[in-house]
């Protein structure tokens, strides 16, 4: 038995320090065929150090032996030295039988450096020199995924497809097709192309895509069916509870979409968009003390976000502490963009407490962006007719109405409005 094969023997058994002694032989007494395979065998099983020392030496003795170069050069990419690797690659030429290789892990070389229109030229021309290697077709998909070229993405893992070629390096090409689709806003064939590789063959990411798409598209039962394997697979997944309590709730289950945010607090308690979500849910249940605790936190953690902001007032509308809202609203720096359902709550609290010239000033502030919304309109309406403003609350009411045609109950104040005058 040859020292490498000692070598390989001990490592197989976790016999560290006998593998340790083994490779010294190895350096002293194997030739180098053996060498040359031992290199391969340790840079296949993670041992990098070990397989880049044997390919350095192995190198020195044959300078031309440019395949060598090509692993030296990947193994330096994996080390973070790009410099390195590009200094090995340099020497290799069209002539050469590792050139599409070099062209390959140079483009990766500068892909790592963000350097994406380098990384693609370097593929582009691998592909024109290689014209049928579909390996290069799958590395110019993954750079067009990685810089989001989307489009591009999708028309090389499709060229892969339509040649039968599904899976390079443990990457699924349907599953990357699919996120490609996906990305492109192309919902329906991005859900059947995920569908096409089938619930088991998804990685955790690729199934939360697909529960994602399920949510956006309507299907509310198969997201919530999809993104509860994505948790069952991984508890850890921490993005995955919040689109599950939002398909939870799209079903009317609310009760099962806050123990959902629940969980998902307990994997990650900096989502302030979880907490507002819970915090919602816990006033539609009738625990108000449970989203005050929530919305709380939210601010806590990110008191900039004008989303949590409002999430806030409405909170403190719902349980009818006006005065605690016009205060919190009214600490907002308001020199830059302001969100106009600041306004409106604020209108709604002065309204409240008949602070009249207040709440009409913020109503007002507010018309332009809900013109169009019944229920900001029939907000302002019943606000126009308790301070007699009787020329607004009739073009409130005409333009409430050629939105909501049906509600008898505006048209019937509009009737006694005209009647009057």
Do not use: C
Not at 7 to 32: C, I
């Amino acid at each position: 038995m040859s020292y490498s094969e000692q070598m390989l023997a001990a490592l197989e058994q976790g016999d560290m320090a006998k593998a340790r002694d083994a490779f010294t032989q190895v350096l002293a007494h194997d030739d180098d065929e053996t060498r040359y395979n031992l290199a391969e065998e340790l840079y296949a099983l993670g041992f990098t150090g070990q397989a880049q020392r044997l390919y350095e030496e192995l190198l020195g003795k044959y300078p031309d032996q440019d395949d060598i170069k090509t692993v030296l050069a990947d193994i330096a990419v994996s080390n973070g030295d790009a410099d390195k690797a590009l200094k090995y690659l340099a020497d290799i030429g069209p002539d050469s039988d590792a050139y599409g290789q070099a062209l390959m892990t140079a483009a990766d070389v500068y892909q790592t450096q963000g350097l994406y229109e380098v990384s693609e030229q370097k593929l582009l021309t691998a592909a024109q020199a290689f014209p049928d290697e579909p390996v290069i077709t799958f590395a110019l998909g993954e750079l067009y995924f990685a810089w989001g070229h989307d489009a591009q993405a999708a028309s090389a893992y499709s060229q892969l497809l339509a040649a039968d070629e599904t899976e390079f390096a443990g990457v699924n090409v349907q599953a990357r097709y699919a996120s490609s689709l996906a990305n492109l806003g192309q919902y329906e064939e991005a859900i059947a192309a995920f569908e096409a590789v089938g619930d088991s063959k998804l990685a955790p990411s690729e199934a939360f895509q697909l529960g994602g798409l399920y949510l956006q598209t309507g299907a509310s039962e198969r997201a919530v069916a999809v993104l509860k394997q994505v948790i069952d697979r991984d508890a850890s997944f921490a993005s995955a509870y919040l689109p599950l309590a939002q398909a939870q709730e799209a079903q009317g289950d609310q009760a099962a979409a806050l123990a959902t945010v629940q969980d998902g607090l307990q994997v990650d308690d900096t989502n302030p968009t979880l907490f507002t979500l819970g915090a919602n849910l816990a006033l539609k249940l009738e625990q108000p003390e449970v989203a005050r605790r929530y919305l709380q936190k939210a601010l806590a953690i990110d008191p900039e976000n004008q989303t949590v902001m409002l999430e806030w007032s409405n909170f403190l509308l719902a349980t009818h502490d006006d005065e605690a809202n016009i205060a919190f609203l009214a600490a907002i720096d308001q020199s830059g963009d302001i969100d106009p359902q600041i306004y409106w709550n604020l209108a709604k609290s002065h309204d409240r407490l008949d602070h009249v010239k207040a709440a009409r000033e913020n109503y007002l502030l507010a018309f332009r962006a809900f013109q169009n919304s019944p229920d900001f309109l029939h907000d302002i309406i019943d606000f126009f007719q308790s301070t007699g403003s009787t020329a607004e609350l009739k073009a409130a009411l005409t333009r409430y109405l050629a939105l909501v045609p049906s509600d008898s109950d505006m048209q019937d104040r509009l009737d006694e409005l005209n009647r009057e005058n």
